[in-house]
Nanobody, 131 residues
Framework: VQLVESGGGLVQAGGSLRLSCAAS????????VGWFRQAPGKEREGVSC??????STYYADSVKGRFSVSNDKDTVYLIMNSLKPEDTAVYYC???????????????????????????WGQGTQVTVSS
């Protein structure tokens, strides 16, 4: 199992970026995939989640309405619009490796989108938003 992020960079506030997470070794039908970010001195936080088989997505309040998550056969995308300086962080993708709710094992929710339920982390891609 491998996840590789790309697409980060330096952008001005108000700009856009598209992050990609290339996946191999597992099927999107079997698990949810999450995007997380970690800024210097801060804890890793969940940003967005997609569960392809269930057709569910979730966004943290801080990015709702600005970020959009989607996937094709082997890549998950995070489209980030109206970027703010506070979006500056290293962005990681990861696949769900533990079940948080046995009644909804793959549904993307705020409860699922915590790093303890995810694994196979990619190496991360830096996003820097200048003011």
């Amino acid at each position: 199992v491998q996840l590789v992020e790309s697409g980060g960079g330096l952008v001005q506030a108000g700009g856009s970026l598209r992050l990609s997470c290339a996946a191999s070794g597992f099927s999107f039908d079997d698990t949810a995939v999450g995007w997380f970010r970690q800024a210097p001195g801060k804890e890793r936080e969940g940003v967005s989640c997609i569960s392809s088989k269930e057709g569910s997505t979730y966004y943290a309040d801080s990015v709702k309405g600005r970020f959009s998550v989607s996937n094709d056969k082997d890549t998950v995308y995070l489209i980030m619009n109206s970027l703010k300086p506070e979006d500056t962080a290293v962005y990681y993708c990861a696949r769900q490796t533990r079940i948080q709710d046995p009644w909804r094992p793959r549904t993307c929710t705020s409860s699922l989108l915590r790093h303890v339920f995810f694994g196979s982390w990619g190496q991360g891609t830096q996003v820097t938003v200048s003011s």
